[in-house]
């Protein structure tokens, strides 16, 4: 599915829903829209936890990278870490499986110094709900300095275990929040995960995932690690 596909499906639903009440004209939601990929579920008690040292006793980040992620970063942290060490570089990682966008962007917020290089992976728990992407990367840019690189990593869903409609949704949902990640930062500043798994071929994504949504221990999440490690190796070159 292109680009302007996927736009050209999503102003058609946004229409539909504006016209039903249910989103105003900037967006704002009068009540609970099913999106078709389900509802999130209570995320607060998924595994989840911080590795590395955010700053130091001055104020200054430790860490040359700082990672802020859901369960994808959870699986793929070890291997990140790994690829990290191997450059010689330091990665602080904040993981929360099933954390949608919001809550990570308080998190970095939350942090009194930011870091010089920041990877937001987060997005695929917000298929539930992708109206609220767009505002999210706002709010998040807004809230770290100039002097902050933001990098943020794009979303690949489909759930095999699901129905056939539920996989579309989910991938018609992931669409929707890449195309606003996009839209956002420009493709110089997104991690094009989505585009190495979908644009290899179906054998792609059945090898590194191991249920249409997260990478396979050891082979995917090897795999996801260097996907990232593409995109934050030219910006070590530059700190």
Do not use: C
Not at 41 to 50: H, I, L, P, Q, R
Not at 68 to 73: F, N
Not at 75 to 103: C, F, H, K, Q, V
Not at 211 to 236: C, N, Q, Y
């Amino acid at each position: 599915m292109t680009k302007r596909t996927i736009r050209l499906a999503l102003t058609s639903v946004l229409a539909v829903a504006i016209a039903a009440g249910l989103i105003g004209p900037a967006g704002a939601r009068d009540t609970e829209i099913d999106f078709g990929s389900g509802q999130i579920g209570d995320w607060t008690k998924s595994a989840n936890g911080t590795i590395g040292d955010v700053t130091e006793s001055d104020g200054d980040p430790v860490a040359d990278v700082f990672v802020v992620g859901d369960s994808l970063t959870t699986l793929g942290r070890s291997d990140l870490i790994a690829a990290m060490n191997a450059e010689g570089r330091t990665i602080a990682i904040n993981y929360w499986s099933g954390r949608p966008t919001a809550p990570a962007v308080d998190w970095v917020l939350s942090l009194t110094t930011k870091p010089k290089i920041l990877v937001m992976a987060t997005g695929t728990n917000d298929i539930f709900d992708p109206s609220v992407m767009s505002a999210q990367i706002t709010r998040l840019l807004a809230g770290v300095p100039s002097t902050t690189k933001v990098l943020w990593v794009d979303t690949h869903a489909s759930r095999w275990e699901l129905s056939a409609d539920v996989q579309v949704a989910d991938q018609r949902n992931s669409g929707w929040v890449n195309v606003q990640i996009h839209d956002k930062l420009g493709p110089a500043r997104v991690i094009p995960w989505s585009m190495w798994l979908q644009y290899r071929g179906p054998g792609y994504i059945t090898h590194y995932l191991s249920d249409g949504v997260h990478p396979k221990a050891g082979t995917g999440t090897a795999f996801w690690a260097e996907i990232l490690m593409k995109s934050i190796r030219p910006l070590l070159a530059t700190t």
